[in-house]
């Protein structure tokens, strides 16, 4: 199972961003995905979430409003898109699912929200 992030970099506070995450070596229509990011000198924290069944989201408080978790399953990508952006997003991104007993996790993608 892999998970390769992508798309991140910097942006200005109220800018947009779209980060995506392909999946390969399991059937990615079947699992839930998760984002997850980690903000310097902090713990990593959940970010969102989009299932399988109708496409169901959550999101952690903070982002409710600007994030939107989507998933593309013939591309076997989950995006994250990420509008009214602040400085305290900053952080590395990760995608993550749970296939078996594993978790796995991708190798983050940066966001640097500053001016």
């Known amino acids: 199972v892999q998970l390769v992030e992508s798309g991140g970099g910097l942006v200005q506070p109220g800018g947009s961003l779209r980060i995506s995450c392909v999946v390969s070596?399991?059937?990615?229509?079947?699992?839930?995905m998760n984002w997850y990011r980690q903000a310097p000198g902090k713990e990593r924290e959940w970010v969102a979430t989009?299932?399988?069944?109708?496409?169901?989201?959550r999101y952690t408080d903070s982002v409710k409003g600007r994030f939107t978790v989507s998933r593309d399953n013939a591309k076997n990508t989950v995006y994250l898109q990420m509008n009214s952006l602040k400085p305290e997003d900053t952080a590395v991104y990760y995608c993550?699912?749970?296939?078996?007993?594993?978790?796995?996790w991708g190798q983050g993608t940066p966001v640097t929200v500053s001016s």
């Open positions: 989009i299932f399988t069944s109708a496409g169901d989201t």
């Open positions: 070596g399991l059937r990615f229509s079947r699992y839930d």
């Open positions: 993550r699912t749970v296939y078996g007993t594993m978790a796995y």
